[in-house]
């Protein structure tokens, strides 16, 4: 997606008609009129900082943080832990499920 901007822009600055971008590209017009507004406010196409996917690692450690963040304090729900270790509430419910012994 990034070569595609990339791309799009270099074709912009040349000149190049919408209609060609497209087929040179392969394209949709939404995308090469996000690059032109972009362009024109002066801002990156680099992705919005909340927008990828969460880095933590569920390593030992995080695991016996959130272990006992939820024996301490046990009528919080997962969203005010979450909020609490600054994570996600997707990350606390895979490290619940990792918690939690399986039963048979």
């Given at each position: 997606m990034e070569a595609q901007r990339q791309r799009v822009?270099?074709?912009l600055a040349m000149g190049t008609l919408v209609k060609d971008i497209i087929s040179?590209?392969?394209c949709s017009w939404s995308l090469i009129n996000m690059v032109?507004?972009?362009?024109?406010d002066s801002k990156g196409f680099s992705r919005k900082v909340g927008s990828s996917r969460h880095s933590i690692v569920l390593t030992e450690d995080f695991l016996t943080d959130v272990a006992s963040d939820i024996k301490g304090k046990p009528q919080h729900s997962m969203r005010k832990t979450a909020k609490d270790l600054n994570v996600g509430v997707t990350i606390i419910r895979r490290t619940v499920v990792q918690l939690v012994p399986t039963v048979t």
């Open positions: 822009t270099d074709l040179i590209v392969k032109k507004r972009l362009q024109k």
